[in-house]
């Protein structure tokens, strides 16, 4: 199985949006509302940002939003702050008991 | 305060057997499916294993088959992972995390411990 596919890279200035995309298969993002989002600083553990497709875990900041369209699924951070800047992964159920990866997305607050 | 630390890491031969343990505190053990989840160097995320809650089933990624086994020992609150047949492409931080079957998530995270496989 492949990892699910992500843009290497975004940017943005301070108080823009961006989104992320996470493309899987029908076997994976697509057929399960089982998609996480995790933010990665440097040299630090990872850190949910998002469960459940869309659901923001206590203490996270309501900047951070999700979505799911058929195989793909979104992560928008708005208004866009300088400790934002990470690398951002996507993860779903991918049956089977196995979960998949995103590569990851590196995120750049100009 | 939720807890996970890893321990047992270190510089491996190919071939070779490690086995990494993670003390969990701060939360129902015991009733939590657990997980290891490793980073290659300069890599993304790659989910290993995991053991569901109740009855202890276990899963693993293809990459690493049956060479890797998942366990945990619910009376101290320690979640282990043997490693057996290491290889070169093994080479990752390993991290543990609170996930898994029925709880599709994985958070908290611990800090991590790094196995290397080299010559």
């Avoid at chain 2, 060479?67 to 290491?86: A, E, P, V, W």
Wanted: hydrophobic share 30%; charged share 15%.
């Amino acid at each position: 199985q492949s990892a699910l596919t992500q843009p290497a890279s975004v940017s943005g200035s301070p108080g823009q949006s961006i989104t992320i995309s996470c493309t899987g298969t029908g076997s994976d993002v697509g057929n399960y509302n089982l998609v996480s989002w995790y933010q990665q600083h440097p040299g630090k553990a990872p850190k949910v940002i998002i469960y459940e497709v869309n659901e923001r875990p206590s203490g996270v900041s309501r900047r951070f939003s999700a979505s799911k369209s058929g195989n793909t699924a979104s992560l928008t951070i708005s208004g866009l702050q300088p400790e934002d800047e990470a690398t951002y992964y996507c993860c779903s159920y991918a049956g089977r008991v196995k979960w998949m990866f995103g590569g990851g997305t590196d995120l750049t607050v100009l | 305060e939720v807890q996970l630390l890893e321990s047992g890491g270190g510089l491996v031969q190919p071939g070779e057997s490690l086995r990494l343990s993670c003390a969990a505190s701060g939360f129902s053990f015991s009733t939590s499916a657990m997980s290891w989840v490793r980073q290659a160097p300069g890599r993304g995320l790659e989910w290993v294993a995991s053991i569901s809650a109740l009855h202890g089933d276990t899963s693993s990624a293809d990459s690493v088959g049956d060479r890797f086994t998942i366990s945990r020992d619910k009376s101290l609150g320690i979640l282990y992972l043997q490693m057996d047949y290491l290889r070169a492409e093994d080479t990752a931080v390993y991290y543990c995390t609170k996930g898994g079957p029925h709880r599709d998530w994985f958070d908290p995270w611990g800090q991590g411990t790094l196995v290397i496989v080299s010559s």
